[in-house]
């Protein structure tokens, strides 16, 4: 059985420095929300991740990512491999997953606005084959067509190493150095067939940037009880969607020149954990469409946390079992050799503060705008005991980054 490696890495950046704008208001029902097929699948298979990853400790990752690479694969798999990876990632058929692939990447190009504020966003895709393999022509159209991802030959059983190095250093390319090492010693051996991956880097100003001068300290309560002194960036009486229920309050803080956002949510009274194991795609939609404009008193602590894992075992968990064992069928790829998945590493990369990054220095940062205020009362949100952040395009709602902070201390 030959081995196939497929890789996910995510590098992000959430910053401030950037002139304000009016939240966004307009928000679908949740009728539509959950109409919208394609993002509603993929955040049914990020939230299904959630319980499976998110430990006693911090936790970032990229559903869109994830479900790319897999995605890739899938192009690939035929017979109960192919309906297994359907089956987690949400998808009615292989031919549907491809659909909706091509459809979230054509939605990110359109997230990202112009001018000197606008994020920067890269995806890539890629993918590294044994020199020599036949190929079947539908997976090479679809890596290609779909993906823009040709196969690239390398010879893995001669130089794995070589590979290993070749394939890390375009990882670190597409994520701004950030991810430098995804693949380990050992990962890449001369039994690898292919690599494929997916890379996305996000750089991002907020519209409502915080105020460095008001970041202070103040205690964080853990999971376990532990009070930590963290320092919290501050946003007093600032217009922001917000919305609560009775067992969370959620913000949403716009980026500048674009449809993305990144949405805060505190459970309250219960604990993350509890509140992760029951979120899913609907509860999101729900609470998404609740979203209404108020005046808020926002207390958010400063973050940066990365995460490398395996996927292997939560994905088996969710059903993908065939895929990473000697029953595995993609013959879709190749009719040449048998092969398997021996990994899927994901690798992920999250910043939260006031300025932004040393890159986005050069940003021009103009004043505020005036808006009108709400007459509601104001509310106020202190994220002071762990939550979750989904980083998301408002467009058609589907997830980007997921993080559960359990300790903002720690990276």
Not at 70 to 94: E, F, K, P, R, Y
Not at 391 to 406: E, G, K, M, N
Request: overall charge negative; cysteine-free; hydrophobic content about 50%.
């Amino acid at each position: 059985m030959i081995t196939l490696a497929v890789l996910s890495t995510t590098a992000g950046f959430g910053g401030g420095g950037a002139n304000a704008t009016q939240p966004r208001t307009s928000r679908p029902s949740v009728a539509q929300l959950a109409a919208a097929s394609d993002a509603f699948a993929e955040n049914a298979f990020a939230l299904s991740l959630l319980p499976l990853l998110a430990g006693a400790g911090n936790v970032v990752y990229s559903p869109y990512s994830i479900d790319t690479a897999l995605t890739m694969a899938d192009a690939g798999a035929a017979g109960d491999t192919a309906a297994q990876i359907n089956h987690v990632l949400h998808a009615s058929s292989t031919a549907a997953a491809l659909t909706a692939a091509a459809a979230l990447q054509q939605t990110l190009r359109s997230a990202i606005g112009s001018g000197s504020g606008a994020p920067k966003l890269d995806f890539a895709n890629a993918l590294w084959t044994q020199s020599g393999l036949a190929l079947e022509h539908p997976f090479v159209t679809a890596l290609t067509d779909t993906f823009a991802a040709p196969p690239q030959s390398t010879d893995f059983a001669a130089a794995p190493e070589a590979a290993r190095a070749v394939i890390n250093a375009w990882v670190a390319t597409h994520t701004a150095q950030l991810i430098e090492n995804l693949l380990g010693p050992g990962s890449v051996t001369p039994q690898t067939a292919f690599v494929l991956a997916n890379a996305i880097y996000l750089k991002a100003h907020w519209s409502n940037p915080f105020n460095p001068k008001l970041t202070h300290l103040a205690p964080f309560v853990t999971a376990n009880g532990e009070s930590v002194q963290v320092p919290f960036m501050s946003a007093q009486q600032t217009a922001y969607t917000y919305a609560a229920g009775s067992d969370y309050q959620a913000v949403d803080l716009p980026y500048l020149s674009s449809s993305l956002s990144l949405l805060a949510i505190l459970p309250r009274g219960r604990s993350l954990a509890h509140f992760d194991a029951t979120f899913s795609a609907r509860k999101l939609a729900a609470l998404v469409g609740g979203l209404t404009e108020r005046i808020v008193n926002l207390e958010l602590p400063k973050l940066k946390l990365s995460t490398q894992t395996s996927l292997n075992a939560p994905l088996a968990a969710l059903g993908m079992t065939d895929a990473f064992s000697p029953a595995a069928n993609f013959s879709a790829i190749t009719q040449q050799r048998a092969l398997n998945i021996s990994l899927v590493e994901h690798a992920a990369d999250l910043k939260l503060d006031e300025a932004g990054t040393v890159a986005a220095a050069a940003t021009a940062i103009v004043g505020p705008t005036a808006i009108a205020r709400p007459q509601q009362p104001t509310v106020t949100v202190t994220f002071n005991h762990p939550y979750l952040l989904l980083l998301r395009d408002d467009t058609d709602d589907a997830i980007l980054f997921a993080a559960v902070v359990a300790n903002p201390g720690e990276s």
